[in-house]
Nanobody, 116 residues
């Protein structure tokens, strides 16, 4: 069983930055593909960024490329999302996801609000 707990969300002005963290329990973390997803009000959940188990490969949604950076620390069972140059359209609940060959786990999310 894996538990994922997100933190770091909050209210930020346009152009500002936030760093989201996802703490994972369980021994499978180091072999899991990890991702950040988001869901804005009235919209479907979408992939924001993901990172391979070793951290050597990442991919991003077009809308966040050049502004967001995903990273992970397997020694600490942590995955991060550094978000810069935030825009109002980045407002959403951000979720952490863990994927292995046998299971998918989701966190409960953390709210990011970008507003002046």
């Amino acid at each position: 069983q894996v538990q994922l707990v997100e933190s770091g969300g909050g209210l930020v002005q346009p152009g500002g930055s936030l760093r989201l963290s996802c703490a994972a329990s369980g021994s499978i973390f180091s072999i899991a593909l990890m991702g950040w997803y988001r869901q804005a009000p009235g919209k479907e959940r979408e992939l924001v960024a993901q990172i391979t188990s070793s951290g050597d490969s990442t991919n991003y949604a077009e809308s966040v490329k050049g502004r967001f950076t995903i990273s992970r620390d397997n020694a600490k069972n942590m995955v991060y999302l550094q978000m810069n140059s935030l825009k109002p359209e980045d407002t959403a609940v951000y979720y952490c996801k863990s994927l292995t060959s046998s299971a998918i786990y989701w966190g409960k999310g953390t709210l990011v609000t970008v507003s002046s």
